[in-house]
């Protein structure tokens, strides 16, 4: 499944495959992952490319 949606991936996936401007940044189980972490990691680059286009 691919999905934008962390709260619906970290409920129901059970591998993460992260892909960053093409590139597979990460591969983990799911149970390794750090969702807050992660989620941030999209806060802040969501703000830097809004910031970028301002």
């Known amino acids: 499944m691919v999905n934008h949606q962390l709260e619906i991936a970290e409920q129901f996936c059970s591998r993460l495959l992260y892909l960053q401007q093409g590139q597979l940044t990460q591969d983990l189980p ?6 807050a972490e992660l ?16």
């Open 30 to 35: 799911s149970e390794q992952v750090n969702w």
């Open 39 to 54: 989620r941030q990691t999209l806060i802040d680059e969501e703000t830097e490319a809004t910031e970028e286009w301002a």
